[in-house]
């Protein structure tokens, strides 16, 4: 509507008709807006129960039911904006131009989104494993949608990117629920091994933490110039670990010299030759 070009006395006419000709189409595209906000609420509180029901982890839902809420939410203001009479082909390839502007300023972040969602979707570890993931060994503290928190035994924080994890090697030792110790104690030459592997037995099976099933064993494993070394492994379950490695180690040793079985020690015999 051009009122320039006008006289004055026309002007409230076109004033009038215009808003004749509009006040019912922004009304239909607030009802549309009003109801359709409603209807976006419940379908992302449907998603997310039935994200739930499916046993996906809570970020993943949270993440899943946000992003639909969101896509909708743009569709309906697009929609909304098109009733009222206004062209939306410039306002539609403004947001196509901004996202791929966005996608290609955020490539490393995508692939960790992308990691993220994969993580919590296959669940190869879940929060309070004990995992080795990039060379670190840890509890999962809390899967984020970016990264993956880790309690190292020492109590530091690592933070993984998910990216990483996902392509990476991962190495559960928790989804079994059991774990191998591996110690290892040394005994002097020609002791009696058979008896040594009886005392270690009698010691592993006394600890309540170790495992029936899978049974600990003892074996040689190396020969050595002082002595013998024996491999002990016991099972345990992996929040026990290190518990009953220490235990194992500590126990063991004095079982062992209890039962008159020392340790090795290096001996050296010097040869004093006169002329």
């Known amino acids: 509507m051009d009122l320039g070009n006008l006289p004055y006395e026309d002007w409230g006419r076109e004033a009038l008709d215009a808003c004749v000709r509009y006040i019912p189409k922004v009304l239909l595209a607030l009802v549309v807006l009003w109801v359709g906000m409603r209807v976006i609420k419940l379908i992302g509180r449907a998603v997310e129960r039935g ?29 909304a904006i098109q009733m009222m009479g206004v062209a939306t082909t410039s306002f539609v390839a403004i947001i196509g131009a901004a ?4 996608g290609l300023a ?25 995992i080795e993931a990039q060379g670190v060994v840890g509890n999962v503290k809390e899967i984020q949608i970016f990264t993956t928190v880790l309690i190292t035994p020492d109590n ?7 990216g990483a994890a996902a392509n990476g090697i991962i190495t559960n030792y928790t989804s079994d629920g059991k774990i191998r110790v591996d110690c290892v104690l040394a005994i002097a030459r020609n002791t009696d091994v058979a008896k040594a592997r ?29 002595g013998v070394e024996l491999a002990v492994r016991p099972f345990c379950s992996p929040e026990h670990y290190w518990d009953v490695y220490f235990g194992t180690l500590e126990n063991g040793g004095s079982a062992l010299l209890d039962a008159g079985i020392m340790s090795p020690t290096n001996e050296h015999k010097v040869f004093i030759q006169k002329d």
């Open 51 to 79: 994200l739930e029901v499916r046993a996906v982890e809570p970020t993943l839902r949270r993440f899943v039911g946000s992003l639909v809420s969101i896509g909708l939410k743009i569709m309906l203001f697009v929609t």
């Open 198 to 226: 009886a005392v270690l037995m009698q010691v592993m099976l006394a600890d309540p933490k170790v495992l029936r099933d899978p049974a600990p064993t003892v074996a040689m494993s190396k020969q050595l110039n002082e």
């Open 99 to 102: 996202g791929l502007a966005i």
């Open 106 to 130: 955020l490539q490393g972040t995508l692939a960790n989104f992308a990691g993220g969602v994969l993580v919590l979707l296959f669940k190869p570890y879940k929060v309070g494993d004990l």
């Open 156 to 162: 530091k924080t690592v933070i993984i990117p998910n």
